[in-house]
């Protein structure tokens, strides 16, 4: 149990030597840390853009502008058109289907009057065989 304290007490020892060392070192390079440049300092800039390079900018940005807003315009035609050719082959399809449930409810109609002139037939046919 005392080689466990004096364990400790040697680790205390280093820590304290270690933290005074760090202070020394900090009080050396001038005290406390400092943060160059100042994030909350404002400061007039020391150079200023001028005017022919402000308006060379402002017109190289109003170009780069004007040919993506044209960009954005041929890319929404060339939508618009594919648009309109999947709407039209849509129709053409939904027409076709149109046409073949019209063709087989036409079909189940003669096959339901089939059916009820076979069952009339039978009926007559019955009653012919029980009288």
Do not use: C
């Amino acid at each position: 149990m005392i080689e466990s304290n004096i364990g400790w007490q040697v680790l205390l020892v280093l820590n304290l030597l270690l933290s005074g060392a760090a202070t020394v070192v900090t009080l050396i390079r001038g005290g406390r840390q400092r943060i160059d440049p100042q994030p909350l300092q404002v400061q007039a800039a020391a150079e200023y853009v001028s005017k022919e390079v402000f308006d060379a900018a402002v017109t190289e940005v109003k170009e780069e502008q004007s040919r993506l807003f044209s960009k954005l315009g041929g890319m929404e035609r060339g939508l618009r058109d594919e648009v309109r050719r999947d709407v039209a082959e849509l129709h053409e399809k939904v027409n076709g289907v149109s046409v073949q449930v019209g063709a087989l409810s036409k079909a189940t109609d003669l096959q339901n009057q089939q059916l009820a002139q076979i069952s009339a037939k039978l009926d007559r046919v019955a009653e012919r065989r029980s009288s």
